[in-house]
């Protein structure tokens, strides 16, 4: 039996749904470049036991946890966050400031384009119906105009 089994035996189900929440909201935050920037300039990310804590955190990148995140773009700065220079860089205004400015235009293309797929799958599946000539009457002959 590993160490880990023997803790998450040693849990009972609510800590567990609550280590699950708080680890979900935590992943979660590491979106947020400028949280990443407030974790860096009070020296978190040279803790070692808050850098392994960012390492076994990884688990969210398994699809049984990943389909839990509303903003995946999460686990890219989780991934970014094992790197000891990535840690180093983002205490950094200017850095955190560009990692901000390509999220929000990220985010605002992707919108765009999804929007865009979106509409046009919904003309593919749902055609515009024959909309009846206003020049014709309810038989579908024609009036003459004066």
């Known amino acids: 039996m590993s160490i880990y089994s023997s803790l998450q035996a040693a849990e009972s189900d609510d800590q567990q749904r609550l280590r699950f ?3 979900l909201e935590f992943v979660q935050c590491l979106a947020n470049p400028n949280y990443l920037h407030f974790l860096a300039q009070r020296d978190f990310f040279k803790d070692p036991c808050f850098v392994n804590y960012l390492k076994y955190l990884l688990y969210w990148k398994k699809p049984e946890y990943a389909k839990f995140l509303k903003y995946p773009m999460c686990l890219y700065f989780l991934d970014l966050l094992q790197s000891e220079e990535f840690r180093r860089k983002i205490v950094t205004a200017p850095c955190c400031k560009f990692i901000d400015d390509q999220a929000i235009l990220l985010w605002q ?3 765009r384009r999804r ?4 509409e046009q799958q919904h003309f593919l599946h749902n055609p515009p119906r024959n909309q009846p000539n206003p020049q014709q009457n309810q038989n579908g002959t024609s009036q003459k105009m004066n």
């Open 115 to 118: 929007t865009k797929n979106l």
């Open 21 to 23: 929440q708080v680890e």
């Open 109 to 111: 293309h992707y919108t």
